[in-house]
């Protein structure tokens, strides 16, 4: 039959690029990737095989198999699970459609330290081009009657031939190694390797007998998996190196769990939490990305009812005694069963998570910059959690540069303070500088600082901690007469000079308000401000100004017509316009005077200006008049 010739992918040619040219000193690594595919080969065969028993038929146990030809300079991966059909090869050995592999493709976008990132992030079938210089993959897909041989030197395109006689079902990787690999074929080297970074893996790793007619094929692996065996015979490498494998993840976890329920239900977790952030957290379709497996055998990893989606940062395997080997992915849903172990493991997690908190805070805080922002999702989606979510839950805040807790935060109320008071922004750096902080500042009071979308949601659906309500600093009035000053240290004005002031400051309210018609909902004289002249805040009962702004986006609404004007009666700016209100002649500099307050206020809150040339032009002509001319 003929041989049909493709290209890769753009992206795969460049990731082939990288890895050939790489002095990748983890070269074995490629060993650990084509058995880690191997087994999940045979993981889902054993799974399709639940409810088409013929597609084992011919050969029921599974088995991963190494050989070496030293004479040729080669070695052979070899299983006999799923397999691939002709479509699949192009798909799966052609693009790059897959986990661990898009993670490393993506971050290659973003870094140039290409060679550590391989090590990081491992890259799949790919890494197969780090040893050899020409791969062979020889495939028939579980069920069909054709086989395929895929051919590449990894340069940019690969050939796909039917192959003549029916190989066996399964896969085969050949890799023909390269004049600097040729160590590979040693099989002490062989059992070194499997020993270090696949002993977990649960399907027998054989090594061909080289080249011995009837010799016996020798195990590598211990062939148990790794979740059932007790943890005291099981070492950190050995854990780190099954969460390579389940987790398609490179890092080292964060959190280890390991355990056995007994019970009502019984069923084994091994969890882990990474270190780094995957690639796709932030997937519209937040799936979790647990395996669930039925006495040992792997059913699924897309069983939504699992956990729910404010833990999909966890990786690792359910295995559970007490659901029929048979299952439908159908019956796994709104299962009562599974319901139940998803109630468990959450309380587990969050139960672990707390201990953390407690005991090692600098390292829980690397944890919440890295998944905060994704358990905060329960916060409104899970209202049984919402109280355990609350104490884990850190915030930024005007107190420093650290994470504090909502405990912390109550612990260090001001007298009078009745509310837990934040602000939302896009950036801790200019959220801290906001006007709306400054008479926070001066009585002491600290406000969290909160820079993630999800925080626009959870807030409302709380309200409160510990009976004290969340306020937002932008929004309503500021309460901040209530709250006691550490130190009053207000100079007292003269009666006079207040009434005098005070008069004077209502009328310019009064023109400012009239001047700005529609533009603003309202102007008033501010308790928030001590610095800045002016600034924006939302009505009580209106949007909170970001989340306004987030929304915007999406739909065009003119944010400022909502908003209320803020001025500050203690700002020089604020005191000489005040004193002009009455002056005759002063009419059109208020105008003027009031346009470029507002305009002030949006800048500060970063709303772009409507009318940016009426703003240049009232600027220049105030600082010209200001300069004399
Ligand atoms: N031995 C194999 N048997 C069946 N399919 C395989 C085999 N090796 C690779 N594949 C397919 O190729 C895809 C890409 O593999 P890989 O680059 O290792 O990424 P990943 O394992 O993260 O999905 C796999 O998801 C699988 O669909
Ligand atoms: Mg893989």
């Not at 100004?545 to 017509?561: F, G, N, S, Y």
């Amino acid at each position: 039959m003929s041989e049909e010739k493709l290209s890769f992918q753009a992206e795969v040619s460049r990731l082939l690029d990288i890895v050939a040219n790489s002095l990748y000193s983890n070269r074995e690594i490629f060993l650990r990737e084509l058995i880690s595919n191997a087994s999940d080969a045979c993981d889902r065969l054993r799974y399709a095989a639940i409810t088409q028993p013929g597609l084992t038929a011919e050969d029921a146990d599974f088995v991963i198999t190494l050989s070496l030809d030293k004479k040729a300079g080669s070695l052979c991966v070899a299983d006999n699970g799923i397999g691939m059909n002709r479509d699949d090869l192009v798909e799966n050995l052609g693009t790059i459609a897959r986990s661990g592999t898009a993670a490393f493709a993506e971050a290659l976008e973003q870094k140039n330290d290409q060679i550590s990132l391989i090590g990081q992030f491992g890259v799949g079938f790919y890494s197969a081009f780090m040893v050899a210089d020409q791969v062979e993959v020889l495939s028939r897909r579980a069920g069909e009657p054709q086989g395929w041989r895929w051919t590449s030197d990894g340069k940019g395109e690969f050939t796909v031939t039917a192959a003549e006689d029916a190989p066996p079902r399964g896969t085969q990787v050949r890799l023909h190694l390269r004049k600097d690999s040729r160590d590979f074929l040693d099989g002490a080297r062989l059992r070194e390797i499997v020993k270090t970074y696949s002993d977990h893996i649960a399907i027998p790793i054989m090594l061909a007998a080289d080249g011995k007619a009837n010799g016996e094929a020798e195990r590598l692996n211990s062939a148990a998996a790794i979740w059932t065996r007790p943890k005291s015979e099981i070492t950190d490498e050995q854990y780190k190196e099954f969460y390579h494998h389940v987790g398609h993840g490179f890092d080292d976890p964060w959190l280890r769990l390991h355990f056995k329920a007994e019970g009502v239900i019984e069923y084994t977790g091994l969890l882990f939490v990474p270190s780094v952030k995957p690639f796709d957290l932030f997937d519209p379709a937040r799936k979790h990305r647990v395996k669930l497996y039925v006495k040992r055998v792997f059913i699924t990893d897309d069983c939504e009812d699992l956990l729910p989606p404010y833990l999909r940062f966890l990786r690792g395997v359910i295995d559970t005694e007490d659901l029929p080997l048979n299952i439908s992915r159908e019956m796994l849903q709104h299962n009562p069963m599974i319901a139940k172990i998803r109630k468990a493991v959450i309380k587990r997690v969050l139960g672990e998570l707390k201990k953390k908190a407690e005991k090692a805070p600098d390292d829980y805080a690397s944890f919440w910059d890295t998944f905060g922002a994704v358990l905060k999702e329960g916060l409104y989606e899970d209202s049984d959690q919402r109280e355990a979510l609350l104490k884990l839950a850190r915030f930024h805040s005007t107190s420093g540069d650290g994470l504090v807790g909502l405990a912390d935060y109550l612990g260090r109320m001001k007298e009078g303070q009745e509310a837990i008071f934040y602000i939302t922004g896009d950036e801790l750096d200019s959220l801290a500088k906001s006007p709306q902080l400054e008479g926070f500042a001066a009585k002491g009071v600290e406000v969290l600082l909160l820079t993630d979308p999800v925080d626009e949601f959870w807030l409302p659906a709380v309200g409160a901690f510990e009976g004290k309500p969340f306020k937002s600093v932008t929004r309503g009035g500021a309460e901040l007469g209530k709250i006691k000053a550490a130190e009053d240290e207000q100079t007292p004005a003269t009666d006079s000079e207040d009434q005098e002031t005070a008069a004077g400051l209502d009328a310019l309210l009064a023109f400012v308000k009239l001047t700005l018609k529609d533009e603003v909902k309202d102007v008033r004289s501010s308790e928030r401000l001590t610095e800045s002249a002016v600034c924006l805040v939302a009505d009580e009962g209106d949007l909170d100004i970001h989340l306004e702004r987030l929304l915007q986006q999406h739909r065009q609404l003119d944010v400022t017509a909502h908003r209320i004007l803020e001025v500050n009666p203690k700002h020089a700016l604020i005191r000489r316009l005040a004193e002009r209100v009455g002056e005759t002649g002063a009419g059109e500099e208020l105008e003027a005077a009031a346009h470029l307050l507002l305009d002030q206020a949006r800048i500060l809150e970063g709303v772009p200006l409507p009318d940016p040339s009426g703003f240049a032009r009232r600027l220049s002509d105030l600082v010209a008049k200001g300069l004399g001319a």
